[in-house]
């Protein structure tokens, strides 16, 4: 018999010049990215928002569902729905991007989910603040971490388990942390969490637990698969690495002029282009985007909107280019208030995480 380990093996690079398998096409059609030309709302159309869903959608019916809160807790709570759309409710707009972007480009490829560039969203994200459940669950001072507890369940490199990720308590504690049962304004899809999911501003998407039952106040720190194995900075499986945590700076362009189907060449015509895009960072906040209209030798700063009341949604930038004929390569990148900024070339690691290596776009100018 095929024993968890034999269907679900270890994680793998690909040799060099291994294309992308028929495993991770079928990954990447359930785990759709957002089309790059919908850079240009400051609110992603749902439909168009990146989805990724490590096993299935579980069904869960409204009236069964139940929030659990239990471990570390002095007073152990369970909610129903109602119960929890009838506390006071914040609304927030936050950019969300899986840690796994870029990781196609990453050379070797680590197989996995096998996203170009296009794994991000912006939404406005409507729940309860985590505080507030956690205030009046009142926590046990032994409490270092909450472990989220999705219902959805799968195998992942031999390990059988509930998708499950933690948060240190101070994160936990933040403001901005809540427990949304609406997106842009509409209950949640059921590819996005029905009926409730976490939304941790700032940090990349494995930490926003969909389909929501169990938060456990814990007194070590959270051992699971995604929290010990997956979503670690390393070079060698065998390190422990560090935890993915907070999004790193990144600018995208809104592609320009018109695509070619195959290739995706972007073709544009001699004369004024404005280029558009958008900006975000989930550390410090974005201080300017650059741009270059020639791979990389010459830089120049781009117009970026104003940090407005947002804080963790992206920005919108512009840049004037005066196109002629002939082959271009386009780059963006963002430079935080502190000076971080993308890298020109991908850093590598393992599982090809957090690599916010500056986008390249081919364009083609033509008569
Ligand atoms: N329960 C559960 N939560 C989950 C996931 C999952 O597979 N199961 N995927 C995570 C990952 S890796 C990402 S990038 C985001 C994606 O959120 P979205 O599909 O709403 O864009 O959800 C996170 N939350
Ligand atoms: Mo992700």
């Known amino acids: 018999m095929t024993t968890l380990e034999g269907i679900s093996g270890p994680g793998r690079l690909a040799e060099p010049g291994e294309g992308i398998s028929a495993q991770e096409l079928a990954l990447a059609a359930r785990?759709?990215?957002?089309?790059?030309?919908?850079?240009?709302?400051?609110?992603?159309p749902v439909g168009l928002h990146y989805l990724l869903i490590h096993y299935d959608i579980p069904e869960i019916a409204a009236p069964d569902w139940r929030l659990r809160l239990d471990g570390l807790f002095t007073q152990p709570l369970e909610l129903d729905l109602a119960a929890l759309r009838a506390l006071p409710a914040r609304t927030a707009r936050v950019t969300m991007e899986c840690a796994g972007n870029g990781r196609a480009g990453l050379d070797p490829r680590p197989i996995s989910q096998p996203w170009l560039v296009e794994a991000v969203g912006t939404a406005e994200w409507t729940g309860?603040?985590?505080?507030?459940?956690?205030?009046?669950?009142g926590i046990d001072p032994a409490a270092?971490?909450?472990?989220?507890?999705?219902?959805?369940?799968?195998?992942?490199?031999?390990?059988?388990?509930?998708?499950?990720?933690?948060?240190?308590?101070?994160?936990?504690?933040?403001?901005?942390?809540?427990?949304?049962?609406?997106?842009?304004?509409?209950?949640?899809?059921?590819?996005?969490?029905?009926?409730?999911r976490l939304v941790v501003p700032g940090w990349y998407g494995m930490a926003h637990v969909k389909w929501l039952v169990g938060i456990t106040a814990v007194a070590e720190p959270f051992a699971g698969f995604q929290q010990a194995v997956a979503y670690r900075l390393r070079q060698d499986t065998q390190e422990p690495g560090e935890p993915v945590t907070r999004i790193a700076p990144r600018a995208l362009l809104i592609p320009p002029g018109f695509p070619d189907f195959m290739s995706r060449t972007r073709v544009v015509r001699p004369g004024t282009v404005r280029l558009r895009g958008r900006a975000w960072s989930g550390r410090e906040p974005v201080a300017s985007v650059h741009v270059s209209v020639d791979n990389g030798h010459t830089w120049a700063p781009a117009d970026l909107e104003p940090p407005g009341e947002h804080r963790w949604a992206w920005r919108a930038w512009?840049?004037?280019?005066?196109?002629?004929?002939?082959?271009?390569?386009?780059?963006?990148?963002?430079?935080?208030?502190?000076?971080?900024?993308?890298?020109?070339?991908?850093?590598?690691?393992?599982?090809?995480?957090?690599?916010?290596?500056?986008?390249?776009?081919?364009?083609?100018?033509?008569?």
């Open 318 to 367: 512009a840049f004037r280019w005066e196109a002629t004929p002939g082959e271009h390569v386009l780059m963006a990148r963002a430079i935080t208030t502190g000076g971080q900024m993308q890298p020109e070339r991908q850093i590598w690691n393992r599982g090809g995480f957090a690599n916010n290596a500056a986008q390249r776009v081919e364009v083609l100018c033509t008569p």
């Open 144 to 196: 270092v971490e909450l472990v989220f507890t999705g219902a959805d369940h799968g195998v992942e490199r031999g390990v059988e388990q509930d998708y499950q990720r933690s948060l240190p308590l101070d994160v936990a504690m933040g403001e901005e942390v809540l427990l949304a049962y609406a997106m842009n304004g509409r209950p949640l899809p059921p590819q996005h969490g029905f009926p409730v």
């Open 128 to 137: 309860v603040p985590l505080k507030t459940l956690i205030e009046s669950a």
């Open 31 to 44: 785990n759709h990215g957002m089309p790059l030309e919908a850079l240009r709302y400051d609110l992603t």
